[in-house]
């Protein structure tokens, strides 16, 4: 049975009170609802976030047995350059596999999704790592400000022993102008909020769940979850009352703890509920963007085996305030911040090189010696190992899904940083290896000699003139 | 076994400019500086030397690539002239080949010079590391500065020999208190004033656990040495100074890559210090090394070095420090000049500004009295270039 296999999750560290919000944005009357949103840090964006979200999910699988990956956002760094094909290295996926791109609306999550399902029952790949991420820039003072947070989710699509089986789906288009973002700009536009409402979210996912109910003959009452995103909050209840379900069967919409994180809000509620399933609950899922897609599922026995995933409640429980706006827009280049002359060196990056070194940049692999056994980062032919020194007898490693201890570290306030001091330090990988890493989500008093890290890959730079977003990996706190 | 280089090349003459930020000087005008007191100091003249070694680290900035600057300066008369880099070990790489040059027999007399015109960057501290480290590091190495490098060998001496944070400060304050004191007193040093202890740890955090009065200043400077083979050395002046050894040691990426090293020591610096004491014959460095310029550049790197050059022992060189050990007026006195703390650090030329303050106290001639140390008999000093876990460390013995 076509199904989903695993699921994961990424909701990054800082949040943001709208009551911060509030009192920085006052003098323009927006008065946002009581709640918090999810805050991407300064090294953070949609891919970074995929990432996350996509190693989550395949904890415990073989990367090996993944032959495709569709990555959905709304807020992909790159025009072009396929962003799942940056993803899919970062994961260390092999590069005989499918890569696809799913851009332009909030619905383009579970577009990738059922895509995703699709491709598999087509039999022209197996086994599909699906990644929803987004990680919108919204113009300060603006209603998606408090309405938007940042978050991922991914989903592990196969064939066989799957957590939920794949059972129908439905969708509707329409060409909603209720945002819009043209090429090269950088805030989206919006039309009156009550025409988005009324004109397009109490109708498309009224129209699309019914429609998935009549053509699979379903009644609403069949579903023990029923997700579907929660722009606005009375209107989310309405909708249900109107389609004859009970509010107990409305999964939680994450928009006073994480935000509408777009392309992601959806496919995160579904890993939520997931998180709670029991074998034999249907589930079903709508998308609202530019019309929707509705899917249903129903959960199977191996909902069991699910491993040890952070998904959704581990990450919301795990958390730091982010008590200042002003760091916020510095964290978003929304207000420019002067970093000194030193900061104003930029990094040209050499694509060539780029590509050639891509295990080690973007993949963080380095080399294990079939002679003597140890791991080293980066790459080398000569073992390092001075009682070894053999030559070209290394194998490939992945150093980014092992865990390290901190084995010495600085902050430091010379280094140019958005947010100074850099913390920085020498990391012992467990099983063997060493090499340095800036550190990031953490703060210099919490870091110690011995502290247990992990290996997160994240923005390095914008290089704004030559229009690279440059990466690489970086260690943290064990997160959850 | 090869013979080494001990007492087969002579210094005959040195030069060293006033270090510090020097707004109204070129690296031009710093290198005809050093070597007018240079060659002065050897009574020779411009066309008695045969070759020459130039050294600069930062040349996008100052002086551009090759060594066509050093040439066109000094109007050197169509002789060999080479430009060495290894990062912070460059002036005493130029002093190495200079010595290698004339102990070979290739030339009788050879020119050392090294500059390096910090001051313009347009900000403190030098530039950026990953940036400096080629292709592939400058997307995969942490973003750091050089105090932020050397603060993590803090962090680790503290945790290996279970120092709290304020022992561990208050140590390393002390090594600053002492260099403060030499470089008040020498009218070449950059910052000539004394700091307290209070000072030192109230300061501003730099790179944590390092606070400013912890690292060295950024300076312009020039330094130079005219060396000639010993058995010639005598023609030119009574007391010549003879090279007892020159060493360097670079690191495998043990340090870096494999999970031995303890990260509280500079490997290269124990390695290169073991090759010169079987160079120059030294059998107890703490009793036979009267003095010494170390690399200085922060100063727990003061610290490790004198363990890593045996001067104490490992995890004991806090006894040291606290007895004022290396004091001026201790047994093994150590930055008699005020180091590179008080000089500051041009890259290019502070492995030439040690020698030379071994080179005037060997001869007895510091300018002042007071800073003259008493019958010195081996100088020795060290560079270390780059970060604690990869680095290039240069070791020089001199003597009467």
């Not at chain 1, 999810?38 to 415990?60: K, P, Y």
Request: glycine share 10%.
């Amino acid at each position: 049975m076509v199904g989903i296999k695993s699921y994961g999750a990424y909701i990054p560290r800082y949040r943001m009170n709208h009551n911060t919000l509030f009192m920085a944005i006052a003098f323009l009357g927006s008065f946002p609802a009581p709640g918090e949103n999810a805050v991407a840090n300064h090294d953070e964006d949609a891919l970074t976030m995929a990432v996350a979200a996509g190693i989550d999910c395949l904890s415990g699988v073989k990367r090996e047995m993944v032959d495709g990956l569709y990555l959905a956002t709304t807020s992909q760094p790159y025009m072009v350059r396929q962003n799942s094909a940056l993803v899919a290295t970062a994961l260390d996926l092999q590069s005989s596999i499918r890569t696809a791109d799913f851009i332009g609306s909030a619905k383009s999550g579970t577009t990738a999704l059922l895509s995703a399902l699709d491709t598999v029952k087509g039999e022209t790949s197996s086994n599909i790592v699906v990644c929803a991420s987004d990680c919108r820039l919204s113009k300060p003072g603006s209603p998606q400000e408090s309405l938007y947070g940042d978050g991922a989710a991914s989903l592990f699509v196969g064939n066989g022993d799957v957590i939920a089986t794949f059972e129908g789906a439905y969708s509707v288009s329409y060409d909603f102008p209720d945002r819009w973002r043209a090429s090269g700009e950088k805030f989206e536009h919006a039309w009156e909020d009550r025409f988005i409402r009324d004109s397009g979210y109490s109708q498309f996912i009224a129209e699309v769940i019914s429609g998935l109910l009549k053509k699979y003959k379903l009644n609403i009452k069949d579903f023990a979850k029923i997700v579907y995103p929660g722009l606005y909050a009375r209107e989310h209840g309405a909708i249900a009352k109107r389609l004859g379900a009970d509010p107990a069967q409305l999964q939680d919409t994450l928009l006073s703890t994480v935000g509408d994180t777009g392309s992601a809000s959806p496919l995160m509620m579904l890993v939520a509920a997931l998180e709670d399933a029991k074998p034999g609950d249907r589930i079903l899922i709508a998308s609202f963007g530019n019309g929707g897609d509705a899917m249903f599922f129903q959960v199977t026995e191996k909902i069991k085996d699910v491993g040890n995933k952070r998904a959704v409640k581990k990450h919301i429980a795990s958390k730091k305030d982010l008590a200042s706006y002003e760091k916020y827009l510095a964290f978003r280049n929304l207000a420019p911040m002067d970093l000194g002359m030193r900061g104003e060196i930029s990094i040209k990056t050499p694509m060539s090189a780029l590509f050639r070194e891509r295990k080690v940049i973007l993949s963080l692999c380095g080399s294990k010696c079939k002679k003597c056994g140890t791991p080293q980062y980066p790459y080398q032919r000569v073992c390092v190992n001075p009682d070894c020194g053999a030559i070209d007898q290394m194998e490939d490693y992945r150093f980014s899904d092992k865990k390290g201890v901190v084995f010495t570290y600085t902050g430091d306030n010379l280094a140019a940083s958005i947010d100074p001091p850099s913390i920085y330090g020498l990391v012992d990988f467990d099983g063997g290896g060493r090499f340095w890493f800036d550190f990031s989500d953490c703060d210099l008093d919490s870091v110690k000699v011995g502290m247990p890290v992990e290996m997160t890959f994240r923005r390095r730079y914008v290089d704004e003139s030559s229009g690279v977003h440059g990466y690489s990996w970086k260690a943290a706190p064990i997160r959850a | 076994m090869a013979e080494g280089i001990k007492d087969k090349v002579a210094i005959i003459g040195m030069g060293c400019t006033k270090f510090g930020e020097l707004w109204d000087k070129s690296a031009e005008d710093l290198m005809v500086d050093a070597f007018k007191e240079c060659i002065e100091d050897a009574g020779i003249e411009k066309k008695d030397i045969n070759s020459a070694w130039f050294g600069v680290h930062f040349e996008e900035q100052s002086v551009g690539k090759g060594a066509t600057s050093l040439a066109l300066a000094l109007k050197l008369p169509f002789i060999p002239v080479t430009r060495v880099e290894n990062f912070c070990a460059t002036a005493t790489e130029a002093f190495r080949g200079a010595c290698y040059g004339v102990a070979s027999g290739a030339y009788d007399i050879a020119l050392a010079l090294g500059v390096e015109k910090l001051k313009d960057t347009g900000y403190g501290g030098l530039p950026g590391g990953p940036s400096l480290m080629g292709t592939k590091n400058a997307l995969i190495m942490p973003k750091l500065t050089a105090p932020g490098a050397f603060a993590m060998l803090a962090t680790r001496y503290f945790a290996v020999y279970g120092l709290k944070p304020e022992e561990g400060k208050r140590m390393l304050a002390k090594v600053s208190v002492k260099s403060h004191y030499n470089g008040a007193r020498n009218p070449k040093a950059h910052l000539r004033r004394e700091v307290t202890e209070e000072q030192i740890i109230n300061a501003p955090i730099i790179a944590w656990p390092l606070g400013l009065f912890d690292c060295c200043g950024v300076s312009d400077g020039a330094a130079a040495a005219i060396v000639t083979r010993a058995d010639m050395a005598k023609k030119f002046r009574p007391d010549p100074i003879h090279v007892k050894a020159l060493q360097v040691a670079l690191s495998s990426g043990e340090e870096l890559m494999y999970t031995k090293w303890d990260g509280a020591h500079v490997e290269t610096t124990y390695r290169a210090g073991k090759l010169a004491y079987k160079e120059a014959g030294v059998k107890n460095p703490r009793e036979e090394i009267s003095m010494a310029e170390v690399h200085d550049c922060f100063s727990i790197t003061e610290a490790v070095t004198m363990e890593d050059l045996q001067f104490s022992p490992r995890g004991k060189v806090k006894e040291d420090i606290e007895a004022g050990r290396f004091n001026h007026d201790g047994p093994q006195p150590v930055q008699p000049d005020g180091g590179l703390k008080c000089f500051g650090h041009p890259i290019g030329a502070s492995g030439l500004r040690m020698i030379y303050e071994m080179y005037k106290q060997l001869q007895g001639k510091v300018q002042l009295p007071e800073r003259q140390i008493k019958n010195p008999k081996l100088g020795l000093t060290h560079n270390l270039g780059g970060f604690p876990p990869m680095n290039i460390v240069s070791i020089a013995i001199v003597g009467s």
